[in-house]
Nanobody
């Protein structure tokens, strides 16, 4: 299992923005699809977005579509999740996942992913 490192979480007020980063530890993301997931207290880990190899397609869960934007920079070997207009219900630990995949694969079902980070806390509260 390869390791990822998330960063960028924090405490913000409703309506504010955060940008999460996902960095691989010791491997290249070029051939990996990336997913972002979150887990709120007492709930299962849920997928919210994915981006295919080389940015070949993106998908979003209904709960975040129009507010969150997933991206990747293969030259910098990084992936990102821009979160705008945050709401209290977005409060959770956010994880990025990576899975080696072909072009066209973009799936944010957690069990499809084999490599994970440790998570970063996002708290949205007034």
């Amino acid at each position: 299992q390869l390791r990822l490192v998330e960063s960028g979480g924090g405490l913000v007020q409703p309506g504010e923005s955060l940008r999460l980063s996902c960095a691989p530890s010791g491997f290249n993301l070029d051939y990996y699809a990336i997913g972002w997931f979150r887990q709120a207290p007492g709930k299962e880990r849920a997928g919210i977005s994915c981006i295919g190899v080389s940015g070949s397609g993106t998908r979003y869960a209904d709960s975040v579509r129009g507010r969150f934007t997933i991206s990747r920079d293969n030259a910098q070997n990084m992936a990102y999740l821009q979160m705008d207009n945050l709401k209290p219900e977005d409060t959770a630990v956010y994880y990025c996942g990576a899975v080696r995949a072909g072009r066209g694969f973009c799936n944010y079902v957690p069990k499809a992913y084999t490599n994970w980070g440790q998570g970063t806390q996002v708290t949205v509260s007034s």
